[in-house]
């Protein structure tokens, strides 16, 4: 699978999770397109100063060949998935009660095991 099938899978399964499956609907909100604006800023400045280096270098049989600055324009679809992913979850676990209330400390799994450990 070359980087730019990759991305653009990762494109494709991360509009169906958000909006048929895990239904966060992220992609139809303001807020999201602002948030990832930014990133969009600063993987941007991140891929330009890795690809310009060398650290990343990509065989031109593998991607398209267009490029934003030095890096491939698929490393923007596969960031795109990968910021999309963490949010969507985010937003899927907060909603079913994931810790919805944080305390100081460790948390209840931590303090049953060490209960165990004591008997």
């Known amino acids: 699978m070359t980087h730019t099938e990759a991305s653009l899978l990762a494109v494709a399964v991360t509009v169906v999770l958000d909006l048929w499956v895990l239904r966060t609907r992220l992609l139809t909100r303001r807020a999201f397109w602002v948030a990832y604006a930014i990133v969009l800023f600063f993987q941007t400045l991140t891929n330009e100063w890795l690809t310009s280096r060398g650290v990343f270098r990509y065989d031109d049989d593998a991607i398209l060949g267009w490029r934003i600055g030095h890096a491939p324009v ?46």
């Open 74 to 119: 698929e490393d923007f679809w596969f960031g795109f998935g990968l910021v999309t992913w963490s949010m969507m979850w985010w937003v899927w676990w907060g909603r079913r009660g994931v810790q919805p209330h944080p305390v100081p400390g460790p948390g209840p799994l931590v303090m049953r095991l060490a209960r165990r450990r004591r008997r």
